[in-house]
């Protein structure tokens, strides 16, 4: 070997040793040592509860789905209403939307005879008390200042069609000076 590839050699070998564990065997002592001193305080969790099983004696239970369990308590099926709309009419235009797509914008008189101004998508149409609107079979019931009342048929949970009192209120124009 010459000297000129020996003393490569020997600075390669002088590089190596400077890349020694020392720098990470410090590190890992101190982990090992923080490691040590944190203790972490963890609650016991409670004891469970004692489940006690329920005992299901079917022999003196009612059937569940029998007729007299529907009707209700007492055995006896609750009397119908009597209510129901007219369903043979001809429907009037305003029945074919609902009425959380209508907002009271005003209101009007003429001829003595109140009007509510109701405004659906980008129409408004004149409301007076007798006209028919929403989709529940709606009547208007009167037309104040305030407010216009509807009175709708629907059908209950036991499919007997029972009154609702419906209101739109009259809905302030947020854009001032116009």
């Known amino acids: 070997m010459t000297t000129k590839n020996s003393a490569l050699l020997a600075l390669a ?19 090992d040592e923080t490691k040590a001193a944190i203790k972490p305080a963890v609650k016991p969790l409670p004891a469970p509860k004692e489940f006690v099983p329920y005992a299901y004696n079917q022999a003196q239970a009612p059937d569940p789905f029998s007729d007299a369990k529907l009707a209700g308590p007492g055995g006896l099926a609750p009397e119908p209403s009597g209510l129901q709309p007219d369903l043979e009419r001809p429907r009037e235009a305003l029945e074919g939307y609902p009425l959380d797509t209508m907002r009271m914008v005003g209101m009007m008189q003429k001829g003595g005879v109140s009007f509510a101004l109701v405004q659906i998508e980008r129409s408004v ?3 007076r008390a007798g006209q028919r609107l929403g989709q529940n079979f709606g009547q208007v019931t009167r037309v104040t200042p305030a407010a216009l009342e509807i009175r709708e048929m629907v059908q209950d949970a036991g ?13 302030e124009s947020k854009e001032i000076g116009k």
Do not use: N, P
Request: a negative charge; hydrophobic letters at 45%.
């Open 125 to 127: 149409y004149r409301v």
């Open 13 to 31: 070998a002088l590089l190596l040793a400077g890349c020694g564990d020392s720098d990470v065997r410090e590190v890992r002592t101190w982990m």
């Open 159 to 171: 499919g007997d069609w029972v009154e609702r009192i419906s209101k739109l209120e009259l809905q």
